[in-house]
Structures are given as structure tokens and as C-alpha cells.
């Protein structure tokens, strides 16, 4: 059992993460943005009461000081909870200020979220109305005529996300070719996914190859959502056999549903802003605090929460302004 307040309590973890990172916007420093954000975070894990192992982090144990795969985090003192972490995803949308980084944390009960291989990641995410109505093996028009008719309009006004790459170069024209509109984004295809799934937000779906761990990450969001992620892991060095294998993975052609993905019962996720976006606003500093914004989700009870956070100065002269 998942207690209560362990939600607020990661809340505050990936404030930290999120308050560090900004700090470093348009440094150009990509590496020493994740450097701050991951230190952040783990630090501040440290507090949290729980038995906690890191299921998906920063990498492999030899490759990653923090936040390692198999790393013990919180207390030891509490539930055992498996967590995914990317203490910034969108390390380049830092470094330039671009808009969509985000500081983000999944958590479950032992099991509850798939150990995916740190490769890449085909992706469709789409949200709630759409939910079981297309199939990433399907050709690309039939599943944006699928989503269309879910959501009630035409395939032309539909917006898809894809990340701006050169493998992307078919998916972008058999969208055009289909009619639907396109928004390349440079990095952050969790953002995006996590968007999709909020109507309102003006975008419908991300289709392309992105990180497996994002993927996962995404799925736990979706299941808080009521969206919908369907992967297939992608192989595109020699070293990525090796990994699924030591993954217990052999079966390159499945296709991970949502709840293969993060199957557990009792699903968390919590998001900050880190520069601005769509659902977040990004960390803002000013003279007596800073303020943040996040997107903090439960599947028990089933509960998605805003939080904007003003973390005051102590002092008893600082003005709160709304
Ligand atoms: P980082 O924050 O680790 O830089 O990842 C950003 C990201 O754009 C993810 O959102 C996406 O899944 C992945 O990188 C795509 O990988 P690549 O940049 O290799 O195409």
C-alpha cells in the first residue's frame, strides 16, 4: 500500500530537480544542467521514507555515479517502490532555454514498471477517446483517420508531434501525405505525450522513435491520464542486443501496451517545469523566492493535481504576490 503523502513527498523531489536545472537555462551546458538537476534529486530522495530502487535512471551502474540502475534510494524505512527518473528531460531545451524541459519521476509498488533498456523506443501515444482504436503496426493514414474519427473531427485538423530528426523523414511526409498537421519539436517527446493526453492542448498524438525510457515514463503518465502509449523497442547498435538479452528481452516485434509498460496498481507521477511548456510554467526566481509548477498524478485514488508552489524566503517581510 502506497501511503498517502508519498505524492507530495516526490512533488518536492522534482521541485528540487527542477529549481537546479533552471538555474542553468541557456548556459549552453547540457551536461552540467542533468549534472545539477540528477544531484538534486538525489539528494533530496534521501529524505523521502521509502525502500526504494531505481528502475530506470541515468544509466547502467558503471556508467552513472547517481540514480544508477539498481540504485537504493529514500530512507529504507517504508514501502518498497520501484521509480523511473529523468531528473531532466530535454537536457538540450535547457541548455538553450528552449520551452518543454521538465524534471520528472514515476513510482509504483515492486514490479509496477517495465525495466526497459536504455534504446530507442517507437512510439504512438494518443489520448483517452482514442484509447484501443489504432495500432502502431497499422499504416500511418489509417491510424490518423482512426484517431480522427475518435475525436469526433477531420484527419486535416489533426496536430501530431514528432521529434525533429532525419529518421523521421518517411513518418513526416506519410503525415503530410495523409493531411494531418505536423509540430517537429528538437527534444522532449514525454512532454509532448503528456500533453497529448490533456484535451485542450491543441495536440492530438506523438508518432516516432524516441528513448525507451521515456516511453515508460510515458505510460505511467498515461495510465494517471487515461491516454494510451503503444511502443516497440528498436535496436540500432550492436550493443542494444546485448542489453535487451541481459533484460530478459527476446522478442524484438512486441508491441508494449500501455499497462506493459507500467503495469502497476499503484501508479505516481509527478512533473515540474523546468522551462516553460504547454501544462507547466517554467521555475521563475525573483527577489524573495522562486515559484514552480507541477503536475503531480495518481492512479489510487485516481487524482491529477496542479501544484503552484511559492518557496518563500524566511522572512517576515517577503510579499506574497498572486
Ligand atoms: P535528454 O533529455 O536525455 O536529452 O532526452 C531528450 C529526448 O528528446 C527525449 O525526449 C527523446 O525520447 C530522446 O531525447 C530522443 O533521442 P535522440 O535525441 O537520440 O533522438
Same mark, same amino acid.
Given at each position: 500500500m502506497i501511503p498517502a503523502d508519498l505524492p507530495l513527498e516526490f512533488v518536492r523531489v522534482v521541485e528540487r530537480a527542477a529549481i537546479e536545472a533552471a538555474r542553468t537555462?541557456?548556459?549552453?551546458?547540457r551536461k552540467g544542467s542533468d549534472h545539477v538537476a540528477v544531484e538534486a534529486m538525489r539528494h533530496e530522495m534521501e529524505t523521502v521514507d521509502i525502500d526504494g530502487t531505481i528502475v530506470?535512471?541515468?544509466?547502467e551502474r558503471d556508467e552513472a555515479p547517481? #540514480?544508477? &540502475?539498481g540504485e537504493k534510494v529514500g530512507t529504507g524505512s517504508g514501502p518498497g517502490v520501484d521509480i523511473a527518473v529523468d531528473?531532466? !528531460?530535454g537536457t538540450n531545451l535547457c541548455a538553450t532555454g528552449a520551452a518543454g524541459a521538465i524534471a520528472v519521476l514515476a513510482a509504483a509498488e515492486r514490479g509496477g514498471l517495465l525495466h526497459a533498456p536504455d534504446i530507442y523506443m517507437d512510439k504512438l501515444v494518443v489520448p483517452g477517446p482514442a484509447r484501443?482504436? #489504432?495500432? &502502431?503496426?497499422?499504416?500511418v493514414a489509417d491510424n490518423l483517420k482512426a484517431l480522427a474519427r475518435a475525436l469526433n473531427?477531420?484527419? !486535416?485538423d489533426l496536430v501530431v508531434i514528432v521529434l525533429?530528426?532525419?529518421?523521421?523523414e518517411q513518418l513526416v511526409a506519410d503525415i503530410r501525405q495523409a493531411g494531418a498537421r505536423i509540430r517537429l519539436i528538437g527534444d522532449g517527446d514525454l512532454s509532448a505525450g503528456i500533453s497529448v493526453a490533456?484535451?485542450?492542448?491543441?495536440v492530438h498524438a506523438v508518432m516516432g522513435t524516441g528513448g525507451a525510457p521515456e516511453g515508460v515514463l510515458t505510460a505511467a503518465a498515461m495510465r494517471c491520464l487515461n491516454g494510451e502509449i503503444q511502443g516497440r523497442l528498436v535496436m540500432t547498435r550492436p550493443a542494444d542486443a546485448e542489453r535487451m538479452r541481459k533484460m530478459g528481452?527476446?522478442?524484438?516485434e512486441r508491441v508494449y501496451r500501455t499497462e506493459d509498460l507500467a503495469p502497476g496498481k499503484g501508479v505516481i507521477f509527478a512533473a515540474a517545469g523546468i522551462t516553460e511548456g504547454p501544462l507547466l510554467k517554467a521555475v521563475r526566481f525573483f527577489r524573495d523566492g522562486i515559484r514552480t509548477e507541477c503536475l503531480v498524478m495518481t492512479t489510487e485514488p485516481h487524482q491529477v493535481r496542479f501544484i503552484d508552489t511559492i518557496h518563500a524566503e524566511?522572512?517576515?517581510?517577503v510579499v506574497i504576490r498572486f
Open positions: 537555462m541557456g548556459r549552453g551546458d530506470i535512471g541515468e544509466g547517481m #540514480l544508477y &540502475i531528473p531532466l !528531460e484501443g482504436q #489504432l495500432d &502502431i503496426s497499422a499504416p473531427r477531420d484527419v !486535416e525533429d530528426r532525419p529518421r523521421h490533456v484535451l485542450g492542448t491543441g528481452i527476446s522478442d524484438l524566511d522572512n517576515p517581510d
